[in-house]
């Protein structure tokens, strides 16, 4: 019979698969509707939905997949991190990198207690409206930094390499090459190369979670997911818990060596049962045999040790935080520059739901969703803003609301998009080149899609020359911002979208 | 020198020398520039017999050539809405070049909007592809392939770029919609020429007569259909309402692209000298945009 090692190893890397084909398919492939559930990973993820939730006081109908989550840890206690969890997988996958011996922690069960501390924290955050998941959830995480940082680098870095073999390799090298890239862009490249800011802190995230594995094999997973710690706590009377036949058990210790979460307690019968991942592997490690997951066997479970007053002080840090956060003058005051995707609920609702998973801005077709940086307050990092600099709002385009996991961007109707005003351009008359007299122009009109145009022509003399000039219909400006992309001007353009006016605020 | 940058730079001195007054490269352009208005109620017909009309496409396309059909697919726009080369005609165009004997038939824009929205809202894509024949390649462009193009004659810019699978076409065929222009007036075939350029496309609004003429100084089109099935009369060139459409049912067809052009115009009830481009080309010698000397055949389809 295949070992427990070898079926984990197989589920694990098939979820994984599964994961990643989800991930090159949240893109435009031809079609306007995306065909696949491509954020269903998130949509499982009781952490993010439920903190999500509670921030925004409301229920998440899209999140109904967390509800069957909990409900399969119920039973099966904290399986996902031993077999599901891709982000657990990437971790025991770098294991080749690592080895088997680690250097260790000098305390583990403190260790171990402070995941139990920032979900204690989430819960006050949330409780008080802030949603903190974004910074903690392991998937928000790995698929953030797969779409902001790993892909797009992983891109310009195949990119690059083919593309230097095109300009200067043999016949006989583009021969092959070009074939292999051809392939390649049509099953695992980006259709153009993707650029986002952020791409350097979003990726060091992302490693340092993997460098912590030189301590602790699972580190992140042992000590600092609050999602890890949110199931471990949900399966605490889940009936397959690890159980040992003290009769055959002669304290070899085996079980404890191989356990990658230290669940194993003292004198190797009893189980922190929050801490198992029921990966099984103390029950093949086990020399005699003592050790199963189910059957009659009283199983010996302790709880988790977390403080009391610890937890209760991360929960109070947690609410307080919420006023802290509300009273920074960011939060108060829009930026001018914070555009939100079209769809995007008002700015409390958005960014209590809104986790920075970055599925929004992996498939926005023009890139122009970008992580915001300062243009949301501290709280608003990594949210998802239009910089039309970099890529605009496509008109008839509806991705990024297709897929949010937590209806922070609404899933609209095309019809219905292209009425949503996002923000309004404005003029800058001393750079425009006709405004300012230096020649024609006027290639923001022509990218205008609103069909009457929202940018309207004026001849009008200036200093003896006469060019069609450009003005902005306030009244039928959406704000898609393909105008400031388009402008010729290399620097920043002439026209620039500001977020006055968004449909979702309060009139002016 | 390969052929295609023989051709051009050939092209280029004739029309050099007939600035200077001395080649005889208007006068060939006259004798070319015999007009063909195609009507009818289908437009795949309207464009093979304004084709026909031509001397039919065997007379244009040699056997085993390799042959550039240009459309534009430059908006996310559906085909009702005017804004692209309607499907019908860049099919029925595709298909007369492989009667005729081409070997290879390439397909391509450089778009506005999310190139495969255009490709696919246009109806483009999947026109080409339902042709289901290998000889024929719809394609996204692919930026490593703009390759530099010097124009000592240039008066906009003396330096282009071109995309390769142009520059080394045996044949290219320019096959634009006709639409109203917020900066050009209107855009036929002369700007279609925009979808085939590299580098900032932007920059060229500063002066778009020169630089036109400089594009098709550079780039000769063996031949030009406008597609005018729909027209777009206002809010050009991406539209979007249909009460700026007007279906016209017709196809202008021809070797001398500024003569097509110029009869194009009249399709909106204008005459080439009201269109700055086509004035500035024919002053460059790049050919006929009076009306009164271009040879129209009007023919019913």
Same mark, same amino acid.
């Given at each position: 019979?295949?070992?427990?090692?070898?079926?984990?190893?197989?589920?694990?890397?098939?979820?994984?698969?599964?994961?990643?084909?989800?991930?090159?398919?949240?893109?435009?492939?031809?079609?306007?509707?995306?065909?696949?559930?491509?954020?269903?990973?998130?949509?499982?993820?009781?952490?993010?939905?439920?903190?999500?939730?509670?921030?925004?006081?409301?229920?998440?109908?899209?999140?109904?997949?967390?509800?069957?989550?909990?409900?399969?840890?119920?039973?099966?206690?904290?399986?996902?991190?031993?077999?599901?969890?891709?982000?657990?997988?990437?971790?025991?996958?770098?294991?080749?990198?690592?080895?088997?011996?680690?250097?260790?922690?000098?305390?583990?069960?403190?260790?171990?207690?402070?995941?139990?501390?920032?979900?204690?924290?989430?819960?006050?955050?949330?409780?008080?409206?802030?949603?903190?998941?974004?910074?903690?959830?392991?998937?928000?995480?790995?698929?953030?930094?797969?779409?902001?940082?790993?892909?797009?680098?992983?891109?310009?870095?195949?990119?690059?390499?083919?593309?230097?073999?095109?300009?200067?390799?043999?016949?006989?090298?583009?021969?092959?090459?070009? $074939?292999? #890239?051809?392939?390649?862009?049509?099953?695992?490249?980006?259709?153009?190369?993707? #650029?986002?800011?952020?791409?350097?802190?979003?990726?060091?995230?992302?490693?340092?979670?993997?460098?912590?594995?030189?301590?602790?094999?699972?580190?992140?997973?042992?000590?600092?997911?609050?999602?890890?710690?949110?199931?471990?706590?949900?399966?605490?009377?889940?009936?397959?818990?690890?159980?040992?036949?003290?009769?055959?058990?002669?304290?070899?210790?085996?079980?404890?060596?191989?356990?990658?979460?230290?669940?194993?307690?003292?004198?190797?019968?009893?189980?922190?049962?929050?801490? @198992?991942?029921?990966?099984?592997?103390?029950?093949?490690? @086990?020399?005699?045999?003592?050790?199963?997951?189910?059957?009659?066997?009283? $199983?010996?479970?302790? $709880?988790?040790?977390?403080?009391?007053?610890?937890?209760?002080?991360?929960?109070?840090?947690?609410?307080?935080?919420?006023?802290?956060?509300?009273?920074?003058?960011?939060?108060?005051?829009?930026?001018?520059?914070?555009?939100? !995707? !079209?769809?995007?609920?008002?700015?409390?609702?958005?960014?209590?739901?809104?986790?920075?998973?970055?599925?929004?801005?992996?498939?926005?077709?023009?890139?122009?969703?970008?992580?915001?940086?300062?243009?949301?307050?501290?709280?608003?990092?990594?949210?998802?803003?239009?910089?039309?600099?970099?890529? #605009?709002?496509?008109?008839? @385009?509806?991705?990024?609301?297709?897929?949010?996991?937590?209806?922070?961007?609404?899933?609209?109707?095309?019809?219905?998009?292209?009425?949503?005003?996002?923000?309004?351009?404005?003029?800058?008359?001393?750079?425009?080149? !006709?405004?300012?007299?230096?020649?024609?122009?006027?290639?923001?009109?022509?990218?205008? !899609?609103?069909?009457?145009?929202?940018?309207?022509?004026?001849?009008?003399?200036?200093?003896?020359?006469?060019?069609?000039?450009?003005?902005?219909?306030?009244?039928?400006?959406?704000?898609?911002?393909?105008?400031?992309?388009?402008? $010729?001007?290399?620097?920043?353009?002439?026209?620039?979208?500001?977020?006055?006016?968004?449909?979702?605020?309060?009139?002016? | 020198?390969?052929?295609?940058?023989?051709?051009?730079?050939?092209?280029?001195?004739?029309?050099?020398?007939?600035?200077?007054?001395?080649?005889?490269? +208007?006068?060939?352009?006259?004798?070319?520039?015999?007009?063909?208005?195609?009507?009818?109620?289908?437009?795949?017909?309207?464009?093979?017999?304004?084709?026909? +009309?031509?001397?039919?496409?065997?007379?244009?396309?040699?056997?085993?050539?390799?042959?550039?059909?240009?459309?534009?697919?430059?908006?996310?726009?559906?085909?009702?809405?005017?804004?692209?080369?309607?499907?019908?005609?860049?099919?029925?165009?595709? +298909?007369?070049?492989?009667?005729?004997?081409?070997?290879?038939?390439?397909?391509?824009?450089?778009?506005?909007?999310?190139?495969?929205?255009?490709?696919?809202?246009?109806?483009?894509?999947?026109?080409?592809?339902?042709?289901?024949?290998?000889?024929?390649?719809?394609?996204?462009?692919?930026?490593?392939?703009?390759?530099?193009?010097?124009?000592?004659?240039?008066?906009?810019?003396?330096?282009?770029?071109?995309?390769?699978?142009?520059?080394?076409?045996?044949?290219?065929? *320019?096959?634009?919609?006709? /639409?109203?222009?917020?900066?050009?007036?209107?855009?036929?075939?002369?700007?279609?020429?925009?979808?085939?350029?590299?580098?900032?496309?932007?920059?060229?609004?500063? *002066?778009?007569?020169?630089?036109?003429?400089?594009?098709?100084?550079?780039?000769?089109?063996?031949?030009?259909?406008?597609?005018?099935?729909?027209?777009?009369?206002?809010?050009?060139?991406?539209?979007?309402?249909?009460?700026?459409?007007?279906?016209?049912?017709?196809?202008? +067809?021809?070797?001398?692209?500024?003569?097509?052009?110029?009869?194009?115009?009249?399709?909106?009830?204008?005459?080439?000298?009201?269109?700055?481009?086509?004035?500035?080309?024919?002053?460059?010698?790049?050919?006929?945009?009076?009306?009164?000397?271009?040879?129209?055949?009007?023919? /019913?389809?």
């Amino acid at each position: 019979m295949m070992s427990a090692k070898t079926a984990r190893r197989l589920v694990q890397s098939g979820v994984f698969a599964l994961f990643f084909f989800l991930f090159l398919n949240t893109e435009y492939k031809d079609s306007d509707q995306l065909p696949y559930a491509v954020n269903i990973f998130l949509r499982f993820d009781p952490l993010m939905g439920w903190a999500a939730a509670l921030a925004d006081r409301s229920f998440i109908w899209l999140m109904w997949p967390s509800l069957l989550m909990a409900a399969l840890t119920l039973i099966f206690g904290r399986f996902f991190c031993g077999w599901i969890c891709p982000l657990g997988s990437v971790l025991d996958f770098s294991g080749l990198f690592f080895g088997k011996k680690r250097r260790g922690v000098s305390n583990q069960k403190a260790l171990r207690n402070a995941k139990f501390g920032i979900l204690a924290l989430l819960a006050g955050s949330s409780l008080f409206t802030l949603q903190l998941v974004f910074l903690f959830d392991p998937l928000c995480i790995l698929i953030r930094s797969l779409a902001l940082s790993l892909y797009p680098a992983a891109n310009l870095a195949l990119n690059a390499f083919f593309g230097s073999l095109y300009e200067s390799g043999p016949g006989a090298v583009t021969a092959v090459s070009e $074939p292999a #890239y051809a392939f390649l862009k049509s099953h695992f490249l980006s259709f153009q190369q993707p #650029y986002y800011r952020l791409a350097a802190l979003t990726g060091f995230v992302f490693f340092s979670v993997i460098a912590l594995e030189y301590a602790q094999k699972r580190f992140w997973c042992r000590n600092l997911c609050p999602l890890g710690a949110l199931l471990g706590l949900l399966g605490m009377m889940n009936p397959f818990k690890r159980r040992v036949r003290e009769d055959l058990c002669t304290s070899c210790g085996a079980c404890a060596r191989v356990c990658s979460t230290g669940a194993v307690g003292e004198g190797f019968a009893s189980t922190q049962t929050a801490e @198992c991942v029921a990966c099984l592997e103390c029950k093949s490690a @086990c020399p005699e045999k003592a050790i199963s997951f189910a059957g009659a066997v009283k $199983p010996e479970a302790q $709880p988790p040790d977390a403080g009391r007053r610890a937890l209760l002080g991360s929960l109070a840090i947690g609410a307080f935080s919420a006023s802290i956060f509300a009273s920074d003058a960011k939060a108060r005051y829009a930026d001018p520059a914070r555009i939100r !995707p !079209p769809g995007a609920l008002p700015e409390d609702e958005f960014l209590a739901r809104c986790t920075r998973c970055g599925e929004c801005m992996r498939v926005c077709i023009a890139n122009g969703l970008q992580p915001a940086i300062g243009e949301a307050g501290p709280l608003g990092l990594w949210s998802p803003v239009l910089v039309p600099k970099i890529g #605009y709002c496509e008109y008839n @385009c509806t991705l990024c609301g297709q897929v949010c996991p937590t209806g922070a961007i609404k899933r609209l109707p095309v019809e219905e998009k292209r009425q949503v005003r996002i923000g309004l351009a404005y003029f800058d008359r001393n750079r425009c080149l !006709p405004w300012n007299g230096t020649s024609e122009c006027i290639v923001c009109e022509e990218h205008c !899609p609103v069909p009457q145009k929202a940018i309207k022509l004026k001849e009008d003399p200036l200093e003896g020359k006469t060019f069609k000039k450009p003005f902005i219909d306030e009244k039928l400006c959406i704000g898609c911002g393909i105008c400031e992309t388009k402008c $010729p001007l290399t620097d920043g353009a002439a026209i620039r979208v500001t977020s006055r006016g968004e449909s979702r605020a309060e009139k002016e | 020198m390969d052929r295609r940058e023989f051709m051009v730079k050939t092209s280029i001195a004739c029309a050099g020398a007939a600035l200077l007054g001395g080649f005889p490269a +208007a006068a060939q352009a006259q004798a070319a520039s015999g007009v063909v208005v195609a009507t009818g109620e289908s437009p795949a017909r309207n464009v093979r017999e304004a084709v026909k +009309a031509l001397g039919g496409m065997a007379s244009f396309v040699n056997k085993g050539e390799t042959v550039v059909v240009k459309p534009n697919i430059g908006w996310d726009r559906a085909p009702e809405q005017a804004a692209n080369t309607n499907p019908e005609v860049v099919r029925e165009v595709i +298909a007369m070049c492989l009667e005729a004997g081409a070997a290879k038939v390439k397909v391509f824009d450089r778009t506005c909007n999310d190139p495969r929205r255009c490709y696919v809202t246009s109806g483009i894509l999947a026109a080409v592809e339902g042709m289901g024949d290998s000889r024929v390649e719809i394609s996204h462009i692919d930026e490593r392939r703009f390759k530099p193009v010097d124009l000592p004659q240039g008066v906009f810019s003396q330096r282009y770029s071109f995309y390769e699978d142009v520059l080394t076409a045996d044949k290219f065929i *320019n096959l634009p919609v006709a /639409k109203h222009h917020g900066a050009s007036r209107l855009t036929l075939g002369m700007k279609n020429l925009m979808g085939v350029m590299g580098s900032s496309r932007a920059a060229i609004h500063r *002066n778009l007569p020169e630089a036109l003429s400089d594009l098709n100084l550079a780039l000769r089109s063996h031949l030009t259909i406008v597609d005018a099935t729909r027209i777009l009369t206002a809010n050009g060139p991406q539209g979007g309402m249909l009460e700026d459409v007007k279906k016209l049912d017709t196809i202008v +067809a021809g070797t001398d692209v500024v003569a097509v052009d110029s009869v194009a115009t009249t399709l909106f009830g204008k005459t080439p000298d009201e269109i700055p481009f086509l004035v500035t080309a024919a002053k460059r010698g790049l050919g006929i945009a009076d009306l009164a000397k271009i040879k129209i055949n009007r023919v /019913k389809a």
